[in-house]
């Protein structure tokens, strides 16, 4: 990887496919958790983009579901 790539470290957003690959899930799981406003996203013109953060914020609702 050459400096003028882009690593998902210094992103501000991610794809919809990198999204699904950090999450391990398929684009149709990704799309129902976004219906269910269980996953928080952005549009930008006709792009929906991820927050790194709102990933962060699924994980940690799904490890606070899993400890009740």
């Known amino acids: 990887m050459t ?7 210094n992103v501000p957003l991610l794809t919809v ?5 950090t999450l391990r899930i398929s684009r149709w799981m990704f799309y129902r958790l976004v219906q269910q406003r269980q996953l928080r996203t952005v549009k930008i013109g ?6 790194p953060a709102a990933l ?3 994980l940690e609702h ?6 009740v």
Do not use: I, M
């Open 46 to 51: 006709s792009r929906r983009l991820v927050p």
């Open 17 to 21: 496919a990198e999204a699904c690959a």
């Open 62 to 67: 799904l490890s606070a579901q899993e400890n």
């Open 56 to 58: 962060n914020a699924y």
């Open 3 to 9: 400096a003028t790539q882009t690593t998902p470290a």
